[in-house]
């Protein structure tokens, strides 16, 4: 498999596919597919991806989202009840729900996905969730308490009170398309900040344990001039193991390349980096090894927050999606190969002498 990995990327530079990825990229897309009634609404698996340099990036607000407050923020046609439910990648829940009688008023649900034991959480969201949220959005939302049964953050959002410049409400209607990674990211946004003013005290170097997927996490080890972030990456699928093993190789050997000399420096080690001594058993049982990044504070001024914020905590599902991306290819090239194979076996075969027939209708083969 892994020459295999190696055979279909040739030519195509350090952890890219050929040049013929990008004429498959509109199949191997997500389409955003999904099934409309008063009670439901399911997106599989996510929303639009953006492509940036080759490589596909997932975009931090839901399309989903964006579609039902530009509905009813813009809509001049009788408003309708709204109650859907949907899922993104890595089993967060939404629950959008809006009445007739009130069509400015939505209300606005969110569940995470179970986290492991050894992260902080507190009313069971992510340290800081509240405050992250409360200073993102303003007064156009309010967090309900207690939330709707089932979610961990309900807000209710008023559309009537967006502002009337219609480029400021698309902005603040993309960051609320954007809770996801306002609530998940929202400790590690705080470790990031103190970095960018260098407020990080010079002995807090202790480990901090983040909600990366379902049952997993991530650590990050916040210095005075850096901040350390490492992935135990886990994959169910051996072949996924092997495809993830050469990715994360590969992407490691990128960072030295010229056009990515200002990146962040990246490590990718099969068993765990120092900076994880002290963390629990189970989060060091990693089949694809682990993947560090150091951030230091040219990596996070300014508008490269948020930015940096939402790749590393949607980095397992960037690595996965980028897998069956692969894969998808790999199948491709090889259903390709064979075809080629089929037809250069069938032009080698002997073309079989028809009989002739007379006049009289006696059939007979010419002699050689």
């Avoid at 200002?262 to 989060?283: M, R, Y």
């Amino acid at each position: 498999m892994r020459a295999l990995w190696h055979a279909c990327t040739k030519g195509g530079g350090k952890g890219a596919l050929p040049e013929e990825k990008n004429k498959l990229l509109p199949l191997q897309q997500p389409q955003l597919q999904h099934q409309l009634s008063q009670q439901q609404l399911l997106v599989a698996p996510t929303s639009l991806v953006k492509v940036e340099s080759a490589m596909i990036l997932l975009p931090g607000a839901s399309r989903v989202l964006q579609q039902v407050l530009l509905s009813r923020l813009r809509s001049t046609e009788k408003p309708l009840e709204v109650d859907f439910h949907l899922t993104e990648f890595d089993d967060v829940r939404y629950h959008i729900k809006a009445s007739a009688k009130e069509p400015k008023q939505v209300l606005l649900s969110i569940s995470l996905p179970q986290s492991p034991p050894e992260t902080v959480l507190s009313a069971g969201l992510p340290f800081g969730a509240i405050e992250a949220v409360k200073g993102a959005f303003g007064s156009v939302s309010q967090v309900v308490d207690p939330p709707e049964n089932d979610y961990h953050l309900t807000l209710n959002v008023d559309v009537g009170s967006f502002p009337t410049d219609e480029g400021l409400a698309d902005q603040l209607i993309t960051k609320l398309a954007s809770l996801r990674s306002v609530v998940l990211g929202a400790p590690l946004r705080e470790i990031l900040k103190h970095l960018a003013t260098k407020t990080v005290a010079p002995d807090a170097d202790r480990l901090v344990a983040l909600m990366h997927r379902p049952r997993e996490s991530y650590f990050v080890i916040p210095q005075a001039e850096k901040v350390t972030v490492v992935f135990p990456m886990r994959f169910k699928d051996s072949n996924d193991v092997i495809l993830g093993t050469s990715f994360l190789q590969e992407f490691m050997e990128a960072r030295r390349s010229p056009g990515l000399s200002t990146a962040p420096p990246c490590v990718w080690s099969p068993s765990p980096p120092l900076e994880l001594k002290g963390a629990p058993g189970q989060a060091l049982d990693a089949n694809a090894g682990f993947v560090s990044f150091v951030i230091f504070p040219r990596h996070v001024e300014g508008d490269k927050l948020d930015k940096s914020v939402w790749i590393l905590s949607t980095f397992y599902a960037y690595v996965s999606y980028h897998i069956k991306c692969s894969k998808a290819f790999m199948h491709t090239r090889m259903r390709r190969r064979v075809e080629t194979l089929i037809q250069v076996l069938n032009r080698a075969k002997p073309e079989v002498e028809k009989e002739k027939k007379s006049m009289s209708g006696r059939s007979f083969k010419r002699a050689v």
